[in-house]
C-alpha cells in the first residue's frame, strides 16, 4: 500500500483545481488527475459564459426562440429554476443579464432591457428537452456548475482511499488523510488572500466558501459583485463570507451561495433549518457560526508549528 | 564525401547538439521556475508597459474611454482587465485575457499553499478565493490608477482604487481572530 501524499494541479474554468491522494501510486494519480480534468473540461465547454463554442452560450443568445438542449443543460437549468423558487427570486440564474451588462463575460456589447427578465419567464418542454428564454435572458448558472463537476470528479475519484479535491477554494473530502487523520481546511480571510481566519478538521464532507470578495468591480459609480440578489437587482449586503459544510460540495456551494444572497437574517434561518455547520463573516467584522461548526473546528495554533 | 563536406557534416552535428542541449536546459529551467500557489509576490508581478489607453487630453465629456490595466502573471497565465470611463465614472468592467491552462505536467511543483507548508502548518487545503479573480483585482486597480493619471475624475471612492494589494506581506499572516478594524493591511473589498 502506497502512504505517499500526492499532489496534482491543472487549470479548468477560469479556475485551479488542486487534488490530493493518499494510497494510491504516482500513475494512479496521473490517469485520476486526467479523468478528473476531463470531466471539469467537459462541464466548462458546454456551461461557460466566457465561450462563444458553449452550449449556454447558444441558449443565451437564443432570443426567446426554443433551443433544444442537452440532458446536463436541462437538468442544471431546471436546479437554478428550483433554488430561485425556494429562495423567491434571491437566486436566480438570470442574473446572468446583469453581469454581461457589465462587460463581465459573454455576450459581448449586451445591453440590459428596461424589464430583465426573471426565473419565472424560463420554459421548460420537458417531452422535448427544451429550453426557451425571453428575449435578452442571459443565464449564469456557474455558482452550481463548478461544484456539480467537483461532484462528477469526485465519483470518477471512487475507491481511492483518501483524496481531497479544492477547485478555486470550493473543498471535496473522501477517506482520511494520511495515518487516517482527518484533513485540516482553513477558511481564507476575505481581507488577505494570504490569511486564514478559522479552520475545522473534516472527512468525507463537501466544504464551500463563497464571497463577495472575489469577483467584483464598479458599474455607473456603484460597485457590483457576482452575487446578484435578483429579487431587486441589487448586489447583496450584510454577509462578507459565508462558509458551509456538507456531505456533497453541491450541497455546502448551494447553501454559501444562497446565504450571502438571502443577507444575515434569512440566511442564518435557512441554515438552521437544514442543520449544515456553518461560518459567517458578516460585513462588520463579526463572526456567525453554530454548533455543528464548532464541533468541527480546530484552533489555528494547534496547527501552526 | 569531400573532406570539406566531412568537416561540414560535424559542424552542423556538434552545432545542432549543443542548441538542442542548450534549449532542454532553458527549458527544464524554465519548467523548474514555476511560481509556488502559496506566494503571492510571483503572481502580482506586472509585466512591464502592458498597460495602454487612449491619449491624454482627448477626452471629450460624454464619450466613452476604455483603459486597460497592466497584466498580472498567475501560475496559470496572464490576467488583464479593462475598464471603461465615462464623464468619471467607472461605466463597465472587462476582463479581456483569461488563462489558458498550464500542461499538466507541471503540476507537481506547484504543491499547493507553499508559504502555509513553509509556516510548518498542518492544513491540507484554504476554502476561499482563487487567484484569477486577485489578479484580476491587481489589473483593474492598475487600470484605475492609469485613468486617474489621464486626467481622468474617479468620482467613487472604492477601495479597490487602493494599491495595498499589489505589495504582497513577507509572509503568510495567520490571525486567530477576526477582528474588524485591527488590520491595517488589509483592503476593503465591498465598499
Redesign the interface.
Known sequence: MENKIL??????M???V?C?FIGISDKDADIR??EA?KIFSSYDERFSR?KETSELHRLNTSNGIPQKVSIEMFQVIKECVMLSKETSGAFDPSVGSILAS???GLPANFILPDTIPTYESIVFNNQDLEITLAPGQVLEPASLVKSIAISAAGQAFDGIPGF?I?A????LTRGT?EKGLP?????????????????VSIRNAG???S?????????????W?HLINMQNGNTT?GI??A?VIAHTCEEADTEATLAILLGPTLGVMRLEQRGFPYFL?L?????RKNAAFTALEV???T??? | MTPFKKNLQRFFILFFSTLSVGIIIVGVNRAKKVPT??E?PTPLTPTPDQGTAGTPGTMVAGTTVSITGKTYQT???NVTAA??VKDG???????PQ?????P?I???S???DQ??KA????????????????A??SS?ESAIAQAKTQGQTI??G?A?TGSSAVA??PK?????Q????D?D???????
Not at chain 1, 499532489?7 to 479548468?12: C, E, K, N, S, V
Not at chain 1, 463577495?212 to 458599474?219: F, K, M, R, S
Open positions: 499532489h496534482r494541479l491543472f487549470h479548468t477560469g479556475i485551479a488542486h490530493t488527475t486526467a480534468e466566457f457589465y462587460g463581465y481531497m479544492n478555486g477554494g470550493d473543498i488523510f484533513w485540516n481546511i482553513a477558511i481564507q480571510d476575505p481581507r488577505n488572500p494570504r490569511a486564514i481566519v478559522a479552520a466544504m464551500a466558501t464571497g463577495v470578495y472575489q469577483a467584483h468591480g464598479e458599474h455607473q459609480g456603484k460597485p459583485h449586503r462578507t463570507s462558509t463573516i460585513d462588520d467584522g463579526t463572526i484552533p489555528i495554533d496547527l501552526i508549528s | 500557489l502559496g503571492a501560475p496559470y497565465g475598464i471603461q465614472k467607472v461605466v463597465g468592467v472587462t476582463m483569461v488563462p489558458n491552462s498550464p499538466s507541471y503540476a507537481e506547484y504543491l499547493v508559504a502555509i509556516g510548518g502548518a498542518n492544513i491540507q487545503g484554504v476554502s476561499g478565493a482563487t487567484y484569477t479573480s486577485l484580476f483585482k483593474l468620482t467613487t472604492t479597490s504582497p506581506g503568510p499572516s495567520v490571525p486567530l477576526y477582528r474588524g478594524d488590520d493591511e488589509g483592503e476593503e473589498w465591498d465598499d
